[in-house]
């Protein structure tokens, strides 16, 4: 006895400790108990309406399997693609299973489609997320899928339409519960994010515009496969077909996206920021005002990567990076052209823009002084501050310019900034015909030369 009562309470020591070293502890105090609490409201509600709602009639348990089937079917064939698609994803990831689990809500009472979101669901993080999502993000994001069908699901039952397959859904009820969907599940996810990202602006919280359409195209096809199940389920399989093309098709952008982004600051990398920058160029026009060029050198970046390591250095570039983006517009094109050197683009600029494009020079400069980049280490949190930035700036003509003659006075610019004891703002005006550009090897290459030699 006494021996099977000491297995009996090492066991549970056992199972307690693994508890305690579950993944989800790891996550930033503030941010557990949100992420429990949407955990537990998602199951208590499922498990509320389980025991408050009658079993499935036979033509809702036909509508539950086969959805339950077609999003598996679905993950099976688009394996790979979605696979890839998670590898070359930061952030909100569309994975276009909104198709079965928005029509599960459409044609199933609510905590039924919950039940099939979470089949869907799991199959998906096992198939194609496992290596990459931890259990632990995964079980959140499926209980903000499953609270979004709860939530569209009530709306249509409210709205009168029923829950039985084939019923008579109002074009506005299907509309408001396709946003009340989106809405629950987005701003959950957002949430979390914010939470645990304080200092994160509003296009890191929540997906890009063309990640809110995509998800928006694909609930619409989820409405489109409930009235299909309702009329006839075999015409559920004309949606796999262009269901699997736009997965292909979003693939495709992705890839593109990717390579055209730097992978440690996510602004454009020197290749894509040049072409872009030669179309905003050739695009100019009387009424687009003054066009002007920006190239930032962070001064004496070597000491940070000597001092605190290259993984340091990588997240100090990336603070700047992130600097560079709030202080210009959208529509400005910003780009690292490889090192600690940047470059950005700005068009509309007031008057001739020097004063302007010297405005936002200083600005840029002053930001970066009064960065302090905080760095997670073993030993505690790692405080680095104290850094520079030397600009150059240029203006195009009036009646346009090319874009190496561009680069060649802002980097000109750049040079003489440098020379007057950096953390300075400097314009350029002419570019001196003895002077080349052999002190910037990323510009020249960029604008097509290949990069000079140096000693």
Same mark, same amino acid.
């Given at each position: 006895m006494g021996t099977d009562e000491a297995t009996e309470k090492g066991s549970s020591r056992t199972r307690a400790f693994a508890v305690r070293q579950w993944a989800v502890w790891s996550l930033p105090t503030r941010l557990v108990g949100p992420v429990l609490l949407v955990?537990?409201?998602?199951?208590a509600l499922v498990v509320l309406g389980l025991f408050g709602h009658p079993p499935l009639t036979p033509g809702q348990l036909q509508v539950a399997v086969v959805l339950c089937l077609l999003g598996i079917a679905h993950t099976e064939v688009a394996l790979g693609v979605e696979r890839v698609? %998670? %590898? &070359?994803?930061?952030?909100?990831?569309?994975?276009?299973?909104?198709?079965? /689990?928005f029509a599960a809500a459409v044609a199933l009472p609510a905590s039924y489609a919950a039940l099939v979101a979470v089949i869907v669901h799991c199959h998906l993080w096992w198939r194609a997320w496992r290596l990459r999502v931890p259990l632990y993000k995964q079980v959140f994001t499926t209980a903000t899928v499953v609270l979004a069908c709860l939530a569209a699901a009530t709306v249509l039952e409210r709205a009168g339409g029923g829950?039985?397959?084939?019923?008579?859904?109002?074009l506005w009820a299907l509309a408001l519960a396709l946003l009340v969907y989106t809405t629950v599940n987005s701003c959950l996810v957002a949430g979390a994010i914010?939470?645990? /990202?304080? +200092?994160?602006?509003?296009?890191?919280?929540?997906?890009?515009?063309?990640?809110?359409?995509?998800?928006?195209? /694909?609930?619409c096809l989820g409405a489109l496969t409930? &009235?299909?199940?309702?009329?006839?389920?075999?015409?559920?399989?004309?949606?796999?077909?262009?269901?699997?093309?736009?997965?292909?098709? &979003?693939?495709?952008?992705?890839?593109?996206?990717?390579a055209s982004t730097d992978g440690k600051t996510g602004l454009l990398n020197a290749a894509a920021w040049h072409a872009q920058? +030669?179309?905003?160029?050739? %695009?100019?026009?009387?009424?687009?005002?003054a066009r002007g060029v920006l190239v930032l050198d962070l001064d004496h970046f070597k000491l940070v990567n000597d001092t605190h390591g290259h993984l340091a250095g990588d997240q100090v570039l990336a603070a700047v990076a992130d600097t560079l983006r709030t202080e210009v517009r959208d529509r400005d094109l910003v780009g690292r052209f490889g090192g600690e050197e940047f470059v950005i683009l700005l068009g509309g600029?007031?008057?001739?823009? /020097?004063?302007?494009? +010297?405005?936002?020079?200083e600005r840029i400069r002053r930001r970066v002084a009064d960065l302090r980049v905080e760095i997670p280490t073993p030993d505690g949190p790692l405080t680095v501050a104290g850094l520079t930035v030397s600009i150059g700036a240029a203006i195009s003509p009036a009646e346009g310019g090319d874009l190496r003659t561009l680069l060649q006075i802002a980097d000109t610019a750049l040079y003489t900034a440098k020379r007057a004891g950096r953390n300075v703002v400097r314009m350029g005006f002419t570019l001196p015909s003895h002077h080349a550009v052999q002190h910037s090897p990323h510009l020249s290459a960029a604008a097509g030369e290949p990069p000079a030699a140096t000693g």
């Open positions: 955990e537990a409201t998602s199951l698609r %998670r %590898r &070359v994803t930061d952030g909100n990831h569309v994975d276009l299973s909104s198709v079965w /689990t829950t039985d397959p084939g019923s008579d859904h109002q914010a939470v645990s /990202t304080p +200092e994160a602006n509003l296009s890191k919280v929540f997906a890009p515009w063309d990640e809110n359409m995509l998800e928006i195209a /694909t609930l409930a &009235v299909a199940l309702g009329i006839n389920p075999w015409l559920v399989l004309l949606v796999l077909p262009p269901l699997l093309v736009l997965h292909r098709a &979003v693939l495709v952008r992705q890839l593109e996206q990717a920058a +030669e179309r905003a160029l050739r %695009r100019v026009s009387r009424h687009d005002g600029l007031e008057g001739s823009g /020097t004063a302007e494009l +010297e405005a936002v020079g």
